[in-house]
Nanobody
Framework: QVQLVESGGGLVQAGGSLRLSCADS????????MGWFRQAPGKEREFVAA????????FYADSVKGRFTISRDNAKNTVYPQMSSLKREDTAVYYC????????????????WGQGTQVTVSS
């Protein structure tokens, strides 16, 4: 079974960087496309980035293009969003999710979810 655990969140100043991690305890990590979403207080959950099973294709929300980079290491069962040039607007709880077929920006199509990690950007 897929069990996802996010880590790497914390407090960072505007313009700084963070790298989040999402680790899967299962043995079928490479069989899943991975997505990242975020949710700020009072706002709906929004798509951030996604990556295909092999890592060959990546997709980003317009709000993070050029600043965030998603990658995965299937040998370590881990996906990494590298976040740079962080803005106050990036403050949110970040969630990783696994989808059994293809990467998608629609959260209702993902099969498994982590519990989230808080990212706070101060200005």
């Amino acid at each position: 079974q897929v069990q996802l655990v996010e880590s790497g969140g914390g407090l960072v100043q505007a313009g700084g960087s963070l790298r989040l991690s999402c680790a899967d305890s299962g043995r079928t990590f490479s069989n899943y496309a991975m997505g990242w979403f975020r949710q700020a207080p009072g706002k709906e959950r929004e798509f951030v980035a996604a990556i295909s099973r092999s890592g060959g294709s990546t997709f980003y929300a317009d709000s993070v293009k050029g600043r965030f980079t998603i990658s995965r290491d299937n040998a370590k069962n881990t996906v990494y969003p590298q976040m740079s040039s962080l803005k106050r607007e990036d403050t949110a709880v970040y969630y990783c999710a696994a989808e059994r077929s293809y990467p998608t920006s629609y959260y209702n199509q993902y099969d498994y979810w982590g519990q989230g990690t808080q990212v706070t950007v101060s200005s």
